[in-house]
């Protein structure tokens, strides 16, 4: 594949091979998986992942501005799909529109994702008539973390048609595809069959048409919690501090640097290494 998929790419793969994708904020993880990733989210975990906040409700046009610029510097293959944070779309239409072009201009997103069902469907409709590829998130949605009271999963027992009427009106609003959260598996794949558009989940099921992780989740470089739908991959983040607790002890005792790090006070000869 020579260049990125774009939206439209995205949705043809509807029932097809499953989509790959994971969340990315800056440009050499973006380099990581450009290979291997269908779409690369700049996703507004980027505020509890790398800055420490303890929601995404924190999380500013300029953090994902300057993630987005990042994660675009380290990707040819992959299509980039950024969030809207919390406040930049919720009052309606034009605003939604207003820092969506924002979004997509500064950094060559080809698509935004914003969060909601019913509620958000003629925000998705006004956007996408105008030239906005909207990815939906619908399920857990966690800008709403204080009205839905936990990161629970949605859509269990008398819940469930409530969620399936956010998939269908996100579909019919033109949404070119939707992220599931943290829903139960037999409606993610009722969802799957029913929308004409591509479900991606996370804490969904296998059968949805794609999958989507935050990458420091299953690499294990974020380790203040770990949600059930979370397969670490790897365990980065014990190795990275067990490497740092390394090179403080040998700094302490001075064995840091070593005689091949550090410079003689003569040139070397032509063409040996300095
Ligand atoms: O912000 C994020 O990382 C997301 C994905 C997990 C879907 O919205
Ligand atoms: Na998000």
Avoid: W
Avoid at 65 to 91: K, N, T, W
Avoid at 170 to 188: N, R
Avoid at 258 to 272: I, L, M, N, R, T
């Amino acid at each position: 594949r020579k260049t990125a998929p774009n939206a439209q790419d995205i949705r043809a793969q509807k029932g097809g091979v499953p989509l790959v994708s994971l969340t990315a904020y800056t440009t050499p993880m973006a380099r990581l998986m450009d290979g291997h990733c269908d779409f690369v989210l700049v996703g507004d975990s980027v505020g509890m992942v790398l800055h420490g906040l303890s929601s995404t409700l924190g999380v500013t046009m300029e953090m994902m501005i300057l993630h987005g610029q990042a994660v675009a510097r380290g990707l040819e293959r992959a299509m980039l799909v950024i969030d809207m944070p919390f406040g930049s779309y919720e009052e309606g239409p034009a605003q939604a529109f207003r820092n969506a072009a924002r979004l997509m201009a500064e950094t060559g997103a080809g698509a935004v994702k914003l969060e909601g069902g019913v509620e958000m469907d003629e925000t998705i409709r006004f956007l996408v008539k105008r030239g906005i590829p909207v990815m939906a998130h619908i399920g857990l949605t966690p800008q709403s973390i204080n009205t839905l009271g936990g990161y629970k999963v949605q859509g269990r027992d008398d819940q469930a048609q409530a969620v399936l009427a956010d998939a269908h009106a996100v579909a019919d609003a033109g949404a070119f595809s939707v992220v599931l959260e943290k829903v139960p598996a037999t409606l993610a794949d009722r969802i799957t069959a029913e929308v004409a558009i591509p479900t991606i989940g996370i804490g969904a099921s296998a059968g949805c048409d794609g999958q989507i992780l935050v990458v420091d989740d299953m690499l294990g470089f974020f380790t203040a919690f770990k949600p059930k739908f979370v397969k670490r991959y790897a365990d980065l983040g014990p190795m990275a501090e067990a490497a740092i607790a390394e090179y403080a002890a040998e700094v302490r005792a001075r064995s840091f640097p070593a005689a091949e790090h550090v410079f003689g006070d003569q040139a070397p000869a032509k063409g040996a290494k300095t």
